[in-house]
């Protein structure tokens, strides 16, 4: 794999880890409040994070 496809990958997980470390703050009472719909947009943007981070990999480095 290149370095932009390492690139890629790393930054989408990096955002999803955010976005997943946000849902888990609001499960240990950091003051943070999810409402369901708040709460499925935001593991959709998990899901669509993911999925481009495997776009990466399949596009520019070969299916897995």
Avoid: H, N
């Avoid at 690139?7 to 999803?16: H, N």
């Amino acid at each position: 794999m290149t370095p932009q496809v390492l690139d890629i990958i790393t930054d989408r997980l990096l955002q999803a880890r955010g976005v997943l470390a946000a849902i888990q703050a609001s499960d240990e009472g950091d003051g943070i409040q999810l409402d369901p719909c708040t709460l499925s947009a935001a593991l959709s943007a998990v899901q669509e994070l993911l999925q481009q981070a495997q776009g990466a990999v399949e596009v520019l480095g070969g299916k897995p």
